[in-house]
């Protein structure tokens, strides 16, 4: 996932201001309307740019391209800013494929000749403001020209500007939307997902201005993301937050459009948790509030789970039925289960590095958890590592691209959306028949409905949070030794790595690079009357989003070095952190049915430190860490330059392999 460096508290992209204009992401306007009525439209492939510009002192350029269609000559921050569209970053390259297509809306009565497409490359930095790359203008005439002439013509443009260098190409009509669909199945959407449904796909696909504003605030969001560093991340929130009368900080907006709003401070945020589980009520009917589907901030589909009379993800259970399985779920995954514990993972860890020379820290990890521990040490399950593979792909249930783009033909293929409800039913299969036999006592009671939603809710707490999460942060703990943002930024103690230190790196690397966005939910009360698109007024249900990943960079909580990586005083990390949703408890009682903290937080932890407990051991030796010694890098040789190992706001965004060094 996910990239620009923002002055802390103002505009995400900085002096980029001066090229892109009123693009800057400190505010976010709502987009105009997108007519679906047939209207004049042009449909653009923008593909790549070629022979940038090298703009970076250290390594190569990392272009991103905005676009916006106006009146011809116009200046770019002068043309209607509900055309813009955004590619995101390609790193470490003067020759970036982005294979963005997208769709703007032509003006009632325009004459095309007057209007013009207008491309601005920019070089994304990581310690300075984004430099231009150059900019192209292509009258929209020209390019309905080109078309008529054939479907599938590729159009070359010179950049032009101080310094520029090299062409954009790009395409436009009927072909783009084969074409679009054609790259992405040959690329796989499994390699970086996101940037797939939220870059490549959500902005074509957008058929509301709602759809439209949201995809957009998805691709700045993994722009923000992918930021060396991870700071843009938070900052993405509190650059758009303002202050009400009442002192709470929020943006008014926020990710989805409509009646929202995004709290960012600590205390806002814990206290929303709090607050929220003592609405539930015990029914449907008597709750104030529910969750709708959603994955953090991202908006899911019904596709995804055809298996459910109510088809959506468990986050988004009803009262009764979060009551029903929550202690199931804190039985499996929990503190006190039977299934696992510290031993039994030190085990696994150990296991994992017996006889082991090389390590690909992108897959094996996520092969290990998600085929030893969630599989086989939880679930009592032997798969083969092509089902774990296969598992793994299901991620693309939760493509934010609408319910109607998931059930087109052409993006079901691209994204491999039958295939992976192919697996899902085997899986779930697999559950249902285990769940009786494992789980004997735990499940005793439930009705045939609630096992059903049972097995559902387990594939949906394995794929969509231990699989993104845990693996990240073990690549992490790992990444951040041999990186130069580590060697920079990781204070002393970090640095040196000792037994007595894991749990604190581990805590610290959670808060630091927080795996966990977002926690929605709804008014059921309604407070507000607004007006329908027809006119006609309604009562609003007020959507609340809690910005859980903000709450790590709180300078009222954790001090002015909330943003610096320093292994803190365990009791702090006890106290502070919301990661878990670890305010979301009823009477401080995890296992209270409408508690919503994260039944699986001491089994994340665990996970973490052992593996890197394991690693520390394969440096040293058991005695020798025991004994105090730090970790030995030497041990393991890491195959990528300390300064092409990218630290970003979702974790370590390059690829790297470690090799165990000959004896």
């Not at 508290?9 to 001066?18: L, S």
């Not at 006190?336 to 820290?361: G, M, N």
């Not at 040490?377 to 774990?388: K, Q, R, V, W, Y």
Request: with cysteine; hydrophobic share 40%.
């Amino acid at each position: 996932m996910p990239v620009l460096q923002p002055v802390r508290g103002g505009t995400q992209f900085g002096a980029a201001q001066k090229v892109l204009g009123s693009m800057g992401c400190a505010t976010s306007k709502s987009v105009g309307p997108l007519r679906v009525d047939g209207g004049d439209e042009l449909t653009v492939l923008l593909i790549r740019a070629m022979k940038l510009r090298d703009a970076d002192f250290i390594g190569t350029s990392d272009p991103y391209a905005v676009m916006r269609v106006g009146p011809c000559g116009s200046k770019f921050e002068e043309k209607p800013e509900e055309t813009e569209r955004l590619t995101c970053t390609v790193f470490d390259t003067t020759n970036p494929e982005w294979n963005l297509a997208v769709r703007f809306p032509l003006p009632n009565g325009a004459n095309p000749s007057e209007l013009e497409l207008h491309v601005v490359v920019v070089d994304q930095d990581v310690f300075t403001a984004d430099d231009s790359l150059g900019e192209a203008r292509l009258t929209v005439s020209d390019l309905i020209a080109t078309e008529s002439k054939s479907k599938s013509t590729l159009i070359t443009k010179e950049l032009r500007g101080s310094k520029a260098t090299g062409v954009i190409q790009l395409m436009v009509g009927s072909a783009v939307e084969s074409t679009c669909l054609q790259q992405l199945e040959a690329r796989g959407s499994e390699d970086d997902p996101e940037l797939s449904w939220w870059s490549s796909l959500g902005q074509y696909w957008s058929r509301t201005s709602e759809d439209l504003e949201y995809s957009l605030n998805g691709v700045k969001l993994l722009i923000a993301q992918g930021k060396e560093g991870g700071l843009p991340f938070p900052d993405f929130f509190f650059s758009r937050a303002t202050t009400d009368a009442a002192g709470k900080r929020a943006w008014h907006g926020g990710m989805v459009p409509g009646d929202t709003v995004t709290y960012v401070d600590h205390a806002d945020v814990a206290g929303g948790l709090a607050n929220f589980v003592q609405r539930l009520g015990t029914t449907n009917e008597n709750a104030e509030v529910y969750r709708e589907n959603f994955l953090g901030f991202i908006r899911l589909t019904t596709v995804g789970w055809p298996e459910l009379d109510d088809p959506a993800i468990a986050l988004s259970a009803s009262t009764e039925v979060h009551a029903a399985l929550r202690p199931v779920m804190i039985a499996v995954l929990g503190a006190e289960s039977k299934f696992w514990s510290r031993e039994t993972i030190a085990a696994s860890t150990a296991a994992f590095f017996k006889d082991r020379t090389k390590i690909d820290v992108k897959t094996d990890f996520e092969k290990w958890l998600c085929k030893d521990i969630l599989h086989g040490m939880l679930l009592g399950l032997e798969i083969t590592d092509s089902e774990a593979e296969s598992f793994m792909k299901m991620r693309a249930l939760a493509a934010p691209l609408g319910e109607s783009a998931m059930r087109t033909k052409i993006v079901r293929k691209a994204l491999g959306i039958d295939k992976a409800l192919e697996t899902k039913a085997k899986f779930l299969e697999k559950y249902k028949k285990i769940l009786p036999v494992r789980f004997k006592d735990e499940v005793a009671g439930l009705s045939e409905l609630h096992m059903k939603i049972l097995a559902s809710a387990l594939v949906d707490a394995l794929l969509f949070a231990a699989l993104p999460s845990v693996p990240r942060m073990i690549g992490l703990c790992f990444g951040l030794q041999y990186s130069q943002w580590g060697v920079d930024n990781l204070s002393e103690d970090a640095r040196t790595l000792t037994e007595s230190k894991l749990w604190t790196y581990t805590m610290e690397t959670v808060r630091r690079f927080p795996p966990v966005a977002g926690f929605g939910y709804r008014e059921r009360m309604p407070t507000a009357t607004v007006k329908d698109t027809d006119g006609s007024p309604y009562k609003s249900e007020p959507r609340v989003f809690l910005s859980i990943l903000n709450t790590s960079f709180d300078k009222k909580v954790w001090g002015e070095d909330a943003d610096a990586f320093v292994l803190r005083p365990d009791g702090h990390y006890h106290e502070k952190m919301m990661t878990w949703a670890d305010a979301a408890l009823v009477d401080g009682d995890v296992k209270h049915p409408n508690s919503h903290q994260c039944p699986a937080k001491d089994l994340s932890i665990n996970l973490i430190v052992e593996m890197t407990r394991a690693w520390l051991h394969s440096t040293v030796g058991a005695e020798a860490a025991a004994a105090g010694t730090p970790l030995n890098l030497n041990v393991w040789k890491c195959s990528q330059d300390p300064k092409k190992i990218r630290i970003t706001g979702i974790g370590v965004a390059s690829e790297f392999t470690l090799e165990r060094a000959s004896p």
